[in-house]
Nanobody
């Protein structure tokens, strides 16, 4: 069983930065796809970024616009999301997720970490 625990959320002013971290236990993630999603109040959950075993950490949602960077540390079994130039519309609960291959649904989810960006 894979367990994911996010940390690093909080309150930040617009234009600021935050670094989210996802600690993974239960399985070595070398072949897993690891992703970050977010859900804003009253909205559906949406994809943010992902690392895959084939393409590396190269998948980003359009709204990221070069502001966010996802990275994976296989030795530490962590996946981080560096968020820069934050906007109030980035306010959401951010979730780490994992799936065992390149394709398919994300099967494992963390509990989420809230991010609030004030204007």
């Amino acid at each position: 069983q894979v367990q994911l625990v996010e940390s690093g959320g909080g309150l930040v002013q617009a234009g600021g930065s935050l670094r989210l971290s996802c600690a993974v236990s239960g399985r070595t993630l070398s072949t897993y796809t690891m992703g970050w999603f977010r859900q804003a109040p009253g909205k559906e959950r949406e994809f943010v970024a992902a690392c895959t075993s084939i393409a590396g950490c190269t998948m980003y949602a359009n709204f990221v616009e070069g502001r966010f960077f996802i990275s994976r540390d296989s030795a530490k079994n962590t996946v981080d999301l560096q968020m820069n130039s934050l906007k109030p519309e980035d306010t959401a609960v951010y979730y780490c997720a994992a799936r065992p291959g390149y394709y398919g649904d994300f099967e494992f989810w963390g509990q989420g970490t809230p991010v609030t960006v004030s204007s």
